[in-house]
Structure formats: structure tokens, C-alpha cells
């Protein structure tokens, strides 16, 4: 069985990853993961979303407190999404105009790297 939410570093940056169906279910564990990352102090941090085949709301809710927590930092949370069905969720709700999305790690890398 695989974990749904992983936490990896791709220095200078965190990754978060989460994957498959992302709902109710994983939500809490998205948030703690999120939050301990950002509790330590990191700030450089990327939410890798290549592998979920579904996002819900609470899911998005989860995004947009971790973005919460960061905007005290003043440093926006990247997502790193390609597939179509997910990116019409963030569309549809306008979460891509909150979070920096990049279709891949590397250009999710590249594109904090030169906002910093």
C-alpha cells in the first residue's frame, strides 16, 4: 500500500506530495503534514499534486490555510499539477490565481526560484 502524503526535500525547497483520490479521507493527514512543514519554519514549500486523480473541497481548504500560514511569511505555496481534472477544479474556483501552479517539479523549482 503507498502513502497518500509524503514529505521529501528537493534542496532549498519542502515537497509535499499527495496522491490518488485526495477527500475527506486524506484531508487530515495533508494538514498535518502541511502544518509541521511550516511549523518548523519552512517557507520554501511546493505541494506536488502530479499524482492525485481527484481533489475535493476539503482538500482545497487545506491548501488555502497552509497559504495562510505562509502569507505571514510572505511566500506563496506552489502546486505542482498537470492533470486536466484537477486543474479545472482550481480553475473553477479561482484557486489559480492564489497558488502559483506549474505543471511540473522542475518548473515548480524554476519558478520559486526566480520569484525569490
Request: proline fraction near 4%; hydrophobic fraction near 50%.
Amino acid at each position: 500500500m503507498t502513502v497518500p502524503v509524503t514529505v521529501s526535500t528537493v534542496s532549498p525547497y519542502t515537497v509535499v506530495a499527495a496522491s490518488g483520490e485526495l477527500d475527506l479521507a486524506i484531508a487530515p493527514e495533508l494538514r498535518r503534514r502541511l502544518h509541521a512543514v511550516i511549523e518548523e519554519g519552512i517557507t520554501n514549500v511546493i505541494v506536488d499534486l502530479s499524482d492525485a486523480t481527484f481533489v475535493d473541497s476539503t482538500i482545497l481548504g487545506v491548501l488555502v490555510g497552509a497559504q495562510h500560514r505562509l502569507d505571514r511569511l510572505v511566500n506563496p505555496l506552489t502546486v505542482v499539477c498537470a492533470r486536466q481534472a484537477v486543474l479545472t477544479v482550481f480553475r473553477l474556483t479561482a484557486l489559480d490565481r492564489v497558488f502559483r501552479i506549474c505543471p511540473s517539479l522542475e518548473d515548480a523549482i524554476r519558478a520559486s526560484m526566480a520569484s525569490d
